[in-house]
Nanobody, 113 residues
């Protein structure tokens, strides 16, 4: 059974940084496209970034230059490093195995002074 477990969320001041982790079991991140999504209160879930099986990343326009998606194959873990955080980045962040039904339960990120 595939399981995705996010961690690393928390409260951070505007301009700060956080790194989220998504530990994957039951599937290999090297052979699965993986993505980070987020959902803010009153908003639909939206795509933040993806990483393809060949390691190629893609980003939503609103995070380009600020966020970096990466993976460590031996740890079977996908990361989202978030820099220059803004209050508008406040949301629950979810990890997703692309083209599948598998989602993590999410981790809360709050950007506030």
């Amino acid at each position: 059974q595939v399981q995705l477990v996010e961690s690393g969320g928390g409260l951070v001041q505007p301009g700060g940084s956080l790194t989220l982790s998504c530990k994957v079991s039951g599937s290999r991140v090297s052979t699965s496209g993986m993505g980070w999504y987020r959902q803010a209160p009153g908003h639909q879930r939206e795509l933040v970034a993806t990483i393809a099986t060949n390691g190629m990343p893609t980003y939503a326009d609103f995070v380009k230059g600020r966020f970096v998606i990466s993976r460590v194959v031996v740890r079977n873990t996908v990361y989202l490093t978030m820099n220059s955080l803004e209050p508008e980045d406040t949301a629950v962040y979810y990890c997703h195995k692309l083209e599948s039904v598998y989602w993590g339960k999410g981790t809360q990120v709050t950007v506030s002074s």
